[in-house]
């Protein structure tokens, strides 16, 4: 997802586009574990509700929560399929190799 974000951004934009990236990584992991963990627990509140044991409450709720969790993680996968492009990462591999592109210095 990062060469997907920084693909075709100016050199002078560099890092910009990676601490967006690296921000918005974030902020995404702690919204899903709060969707996850809220998934889990309403599921398990539910369950004890209506007379299950604890035990079994809770691995009906992380078994939900899971389940939900491997949605995301299918839907981040064909997403970065489909987000990489691969002839756009070739052109500009070889425009480096030719020293066309200027390689942008790190910051220490």
Do not use: C, K
């Amino acid at each position: 997802m990062t060469i997907a974000a920084v693909s075709g951004v100016e050199p002078h934009e560099t890092g910009l586009a990676s601490g967006l990236i690296n921000t918005s990584q974030q902020v995404g992991g702690a919204l899903g574990l709060a969707i996850l963990a809220s998934i889990a627990n309403s599921r398990t509140g539910d369950l004890v509700a209506g007379g299950d044991p604890m035990p079994v409450a809770l691995t009906e709720g992380f078994q939900r929560a899971f389940m939900v969790g491997a949605g995301f993680a299918i839907l981040g996968a064909v997403l970065a399929a489909v987000l990489i492009s691969g002839r756009a990462s070739r052109e500009h591999r070889e425009a480096a190799q030719r020293g066309e592109v200027e390689a942008v210095p790190v910051a220490a």
